[in-house]
């Protein structure tokens, strides 16, 4: 909390904020550490050895209360409520333009389905979505999101998981075919997608 409150900071000030010795706070933060919660870093200041700052990782920032996808709801409840499910459609329908759009240009230099997939779980885990490709023993090839970064607006309004299956779908070209056989949001672990070769 101290940390988060006053940002980086030497073992001796966040231990004269805490009320204990340097080093007792310096041992505090060696085990926060150790669990992946702050990091050190390196801060000349002149002559002399250069001071240790800590800092809390990412991992640590998880930790602290973030409302954004309650916010995210709330702003598509009232989209729906206020100008009607319509405009809800329309913007998801712009949404999926802009991402076609995006993937497609990615694309370029892709010419197998292989290749074509590999490129698309590259961009799904640029934007968190844990992808990877996978393959069964009888070849078959699966598109695999460990992680979906959109939840709870997905769980709120389908439409944006129906969207993202038609853009997947569309820059895979008319070679291949992908349904959803895992998901997320019905209660499955991850999502996964089952893609086949046309005539397979």
């Known amino acids: 909390m101290t940390l988060k409150m006053y940002g980086a900071q030497t073992s001796a000030e966040v231990g004269r904020r805490q009320g ?8 505090q933060l060696m085990k926060l550490h150790e669990e992946g919660l702050v990091d050190e870093e390196r801060r000349s200041a002149g ?3 250069p001071a240790t700052y800590w800092h809390l990782t990412d991992k640590a920032q998880a930790r602290f209360p973030d409302t954004h996808a309650a916010l995210t709801v709330d702003i598509l409840r009232s989209i729906t409520e206020v100008l009607g499910s319509d405009a809800l459609d329309r913007i998801i329908a712009e949404r999926e333009v802009a991402t076609l759009a995006q993937y497609r ?21 640029a ?3 844990m992808a990877q490709v996978e393959e069964d023993e ?17 769980s709120f309004c389908q439409g944006f998981c129906r969207a993202e299956q038609a853009v997947f779908q569309t820059v895979l070209g008319t070679g291949a075919s ?4 895992e998901h997320i949001v019905s209660g499955g ?12």
């Open 20 to 27: 204990i010795t340097g080093e007792a706070a310096r041992q």
């Open 127 to 129: 934007e968190g979505y």
């Open 178 to 181: 992908i349904e959803r056989d």
């Open 47 to 49: 002559r002399g050895r």
């Open 189 to 200: 672990r991850r999502c996964t997608y089952v893609v086949r070769e046309s005539g397979a």
């Open 105 to 125: 240009g990615a694309m370029a230099g892709c010419e197998s389905t292989r290749d074509r997939l590999e490129r698309l779980a590259e961009l799904r885990s």
């Open 138 to 154: 009888d070849g078959t090839l699966r598109l695999v999101e460990n992680h979906c970064p959109i939840c709870a607006a997905a």
